[in-house]
């Protein structure tokens, strides 16, 4: 038999070159070598290309399937790959995170529009991309001279598809490889099984399946007991007492700016470290949990833009406040204006609307939000949410140096010094924002509400120098308290805080609008009422509680009351 099917085989190849001579054949090939040259420059270990090889033949065997001309089949996937690498460096570039699977499935207008704003001459160069291959795919289709069956290309298709599954589930891509860079391809591809994967399995949230008890309805209006005072929630950049480090020379009178009203010094357990401030935003303007959100925890405010209708600021516009958010960047990055708009905020202030520039000192925040009481505080009680940047990363370089030209360095390792810097103008700053406050509004009482989102990224590394990156991802993927506590604080001007029996001296994150609705003396509404619950039945824990059951029992019942949506 195979005596006979050889000679058959070479003379059907013989007839092919004679017809189409080698040129074309090699043109077959090209885009499966540039392919290999891709794979050579973007990927770096043994799995990664194995992962861009499956990923490949996905593609080629999904177009080959349809189209049925390999050329143009191989043409269409090295675009679309070349495409995923550009993109996949532009957004490492903005967030220093690759790109991901996710992206793909929740991709938005607000994400396209903050793309187009920060890089104008994407919008022209998408335009001419598209409108110079379109000869190219033409050109592809008339020269291709082979024709594959489609069954047979849907089943290598199939067969790829179950391979990277298959080499995904023997050794997963870890969350935080996405933040180290390189590996584009492989990185999308495999974070698309594990996205599927869970989206099959519990979808895009945790929640039970069912829970027994219900939420009362939400009354449309409260009424506190006294008159509230504004409340100014400050969204305190990259904070933590560094204290927690060994061997820190610090400066004089270190600590101070963590210190509360009663003189206390209140731990805040966040859930990122080194970046995601949107997790902190998320807990502290929604009260739950990002973590609830598994691997798709990283675009949370995109996900529950719209569909998680329960927070602090909506809580509050029902006590009579007026609420407001003053953000250091574009609107539309990861959706902020509409996730904020979401959880009550009734008007949002980005960089543009306050004319900000790259990164402001805290002082432009506390300036604007000054101005904003002076133009509008005799008209009720406002709620501010102060989002400062001046203490964003890098710290590789001296911020402002006219800001504070007295600072001398400690001789810590860097960037400990510049950090510690940046702490020293926000404290600064903040003293001389309640100063003025105190100046200004002589008859206004007023309660501020300070928290860290999140330890600067180089925490890890001088609160355990011993360990290596592996020992480090370890602590971070196990969730390590020390490697996500930060702090909080509360303060007030012409007010005594009416109930602080929920400012724990360690909370975790989605419990700080019960600290500040209580602190300011509002009643909670029915959710918030029961979150408290869950707050003294788990002493401040609340995903870490109960490995996160308490949480998930808790999404249910909001869901159940029509808070959660489409989730």
């Known amino acids: 038999m195979r005596a006979a099917v050889l000679p058959r085989i070479k003379r059907l190849a013989s ?17 499966h070598l ?30 080959l399937a349809l189209l049925r001309r390999p050329l143009l089949a191989g043409t269409l996937s090295l675009t679309l790959m070349a495409v995923l690498v550009l993109l996949s460096q532009l957004k490492y570039h903005v967030l220093m995170m690759t790109a991901n699977f996710v992206d793909l499935m929740i991709v938005d207008t607000d994400t396209i529009s903050f793309l187009f704003t920060i890089f104008p001459a994407l919008r022209w160069l998408a335009a001419l991309s598209a409108i110079a291959l379109v000869p190219v795919i033409v050109l592809a289709w008339k020269l291709d001279p082979f024709r594959v069956r489609r069954t047979v290309a849907a089943a290598l298709a199939l067969a790829c598809i179950g391979g990277l599954t298959a080499l995904e589930m023997q050794i997963p891509l870890q969350p935080f490889e996405a933040f180290y860079g ?93 970046g995601p401030s949107w997790y902190a935003e998320y807990n502290v303007l929604e009260g739950l949990s990002a ?95 102060v989002y400062l940047a001046a203490n964003h990363f890098p710290w590789d370089f001296r911020y402002r140096p006219d800001l504070m030209p007295q600072w001398k360095d400690l001789g810590n390792v860097p960037p400990v010094d510049e950090y510690l810097r940046r702490q020293a103008m926000s404290a600064k700053d903040y003293s001389d924002f309640v100063a003025r406050l105190k100046r200004e509004f002589p008859d206004d009482s007023f309660l501020l509400v300070r928290f860290g989102d999140h330890q600067p990224d180089f925490s890890p590394r001088i609160l355990d120098p011993a360990l290596d990156d592996n020992g480090i991802a370890q602590r971070l993927m ?65 995903y870490g509680c109960a490995n996160g059951a308490e949480a998930r029992h808790f999404n249910r019942m909001l869901i159940d009351a029509g808070l959660i949506k489409d989730l």
């Open 15 to 31: 007839a092919s070159l004679v017809r189409h001579g080698l040129r074309r054949p090699a043109l077959v090939l090209l885009p």
């Open 34 to 63: 540039t392919a290999l040259a891709l794979m050579a420059a973007t990927e770096s270990t043994v799995t990664a290309m194995a992962a861009f090889v499956l990923a490949w033949g996905i593609l080629n065997f999904l177009w």
């Open 182 to 274: 390189g590996n584009l391809v492989s990185s999308f591809a495999r974070s698309g099984v594990d996205a599927i994967a869970a989206l099959a399995t519990q979808g895009l949230m945790e929640s039970d399946a069912f829970a027994a008890d219900r939420l009362p309805p939400v009354a449309k209006t409260c009424r506190p007991a006294g008159k509230p005072p504004h409340i100014i929630l400050i969204h305190d950049e990259s904070s933590f007492d560094i204290r927690m480090a060994p061997g820190i020379k610090l400066p004089a009178g270190y600590g101070a700016h963590f210190k509360s009203f009663d003189g206390k010094e209140r731990n805040f357990l966040v859930e990122g470290n080194g």
């Open 291 to 385: 973590r609830s959100f598994g691997r798709f925890a990283y675009f949370v405010t995109r996900i529950a833009a719209g569909r998680v209708n329960r927070g602090l600021p909506a809580a509050l516009r029902r006590c009579g406040y007026r609420t407001y958010s003053l953000y250091p960047a574009l609107g539309a990055f990861m959706s902020e204006r509409s996730f904020q708009a979401t959880t009550g905020v009734q008007r949002f202030y980005d960089q543009h609307d306050l004319g900000a520039r790259e990164i402001e000192p805290d002082s432009f925040f506390f300036d604007a939000a000054a101005r904003m009481l002076e133009r509008r505080h005799g008209r009720g009680p406002m709620f501010i949410f």
């Open 478 to 542: 196990a969730y390590d308290p020390r490697y996500f506590t930060t702090y909080y604080a509360i303060d007030a001007i012409n007010f005594a805080p009416v109930d602080v029996s929920s400012a724990l001296d360690t909370l975790e994150g989605p419990y700080l609008p019960l600290v500040v609705q209580e602190a300011a003396g509002l009643p909670l509404d029915p959710s918030f009422a029961e979150q408290k619950k869950i707050l003294i039945r788990c002493k401040g824990l609340f």
